[in-house]
Each structure stands twice: as C-alpha cells, then as structure tokens.
T-cell receptor, first 114, second 111 residues
Framework: GAVVSQHPSWVICKSGTSVKIECRSL??????MFWYRQFPKQSLMLMAT?????????EQGVEKDKFLINHASLTLSTLTVTSAHPEDSSFYIC??????????FGDGTRLSIL | DAKTTQPTSMDCAEGRAANLPCNHS???????VYWYRQIHSQGPQYIIH???NNETNEMASLIITEDRKSSTLILPHATLRDTAVYYC????????????FGTGTRLQVTL
C-alpha cells in the first residue's frame, strides 16, 4: 500500500535553532501534501496544504514565515520550523494524497525545543 | 465538511467484535465517510471509507445507514494492537480538501 516516510522521527534542539522535517511519498507521486500538528492529548490540527510547484496554503493562525514549506517535487515536501521556541514543541505529521485516493500519513516527527 | 460525533471512549474484550459508531447527520451527498485510527505516537492509519454501500476490507467493515446519517466501523476480532483512537471523518474526495479530525473514539482492547 501507499507509504509516506517522514524524517526525522524525533528531534531535540535548543531554542532559536531551525529544524527541517522531510516528508516523502515512497511509491506514488503526491499531488498534494498536508502538514499537521498535534499537541498532547489533542487531535490533529491542519497547518498547511502544499501543492507541488506552488506556494503552500496556510490555515488561519499559522505563521507562514515561521513554518516554511517547500514542495519542490511530487515526492518530497519539507517543513522548516524557523527560530524554534519551546512552545513549538509538538508532534508534526505529514500526509500525502494522489488524485482522489485516501490520504496516507507519515509516522510523525516529535519536536522538543529546550 | 460535515461534522461527525463519536463517543469519547469504548472498551472491547480481545477476540470480540468492536463496533464503533459515528453520527454524521449533516453529511452531504458527495461526502464519503472515512475512518482512520491513530495508535499512540504514530501517524494516523487509513482504515476504510464508503459513500452509501457497506464496505469491507482486510482491516474492517463499514456499515452506513440508508439515510447516511450514521455509520459503524466494525473490527470483527479485536486484538490488543487495535487499541487506538479511531476517527470518523466526512470528506469530499473530489476537492482533495483537508481532513478535519475531531476528538475520535479511544478504543481500549483488554484481555
């Protein structure tokens, strides 16, 4: 079945650094990729929608200059958390979709900012 | 997308069928019912989806009422590995729009 790979699976870094998370669709070309964030004991919240070759569409309240999304190919999207602070600590999850097939999700990246 | 309502939590004995209900009384004609589950500290896993006919795959069965206002996900023989949060989502596949996750049902499978 469809596989979405996310890397790294967890990262710990100091406040003020930038962190890049990769999301790859391994066996299909993703027309659209999505980035979600999940805080402890809460549900997934969509951050942005990314289409290959175009600018990402951000949800209300998500700072596009802080959460940089690049979707340079049909199999790779990256999320960069710039100048990360402790409040950015969360579980970040990507998903990918092809045509009208079900969205498939990566296994998430747990980000901890000290 | 239409709002869905699910019980907060359910328990099921291992080996028994787990029946997870979902209400989606405002679902529109072009919205499918999708089910995902999230095992702790992992990304959501697609389970099954349907429009109006009942569906079955290797993971589960989906029963949708004739008026499409509710549905039930059935795990025929629950195992401990089925312990997860199960999300029922009304979704329009035609627009490749976002999935809106509610709070889901936390299914605890016990010995």
């Amino acid at each position: 079945g469809a596989v979405v790979s996310q890397h790294p699976s967890w990262v710990i870094c100091k406040s003020g650094t930038s962190v890049k998370i990769e999301c790859r669709s391994l066996d299909f070309q993703a027309t659209t990729m999505f980035w979600y964030r999940q805080f402890p004991k809460q549900s997934l919240m969509l951050m942005a929608t990314s289409n290959e070759g175009s600018k990402a569409t951000y949800e209300q309240g998500v700072e596009k200059d802080k959460f940089l999304i690049n979707h340079a190919s049909l199999t790779l999207s990256t999320l960069t958390v710039t100048s990360a602070h402790p409040e950015d600590s969360s579980f970040y999850i990507c998903s990918a979709i092809y045509s009208n097939q079900p969205q498939h999700f990566g296994d998430g990246t747990r980000l901890s900012i000290l | 997308d239409a709002k869905t309502t699910q019980p907060t939590s359910m328990d099921c004995a291992e080996g028994r069928a787990a029946n997870l209900p979902c209400n989606h009384s405002t679902i529109s004609g072009n919205e499918y019912v999708y089910w995902y589950r999230q095992i702790h500290s992992q990304g959501p896993q697609y389970i099954i989806h349907g429009l109006k006919n009942n569906e079955t795959n290797e993971m589960a069965s989906l029963i949708i009422t004739e008026d499409r206002k509710s549905s039930t996900l059935i795990l025929p023989h629950a195992t401990l590995r089925d312990t997860a949060v199960y999300y029922c989502i009304a979704y329009n596949t035609g627009t490749a729009s976002k999935l809106t996750f509610g709070t889901g049902t936390r299914l605890q499978v016990t010995l």
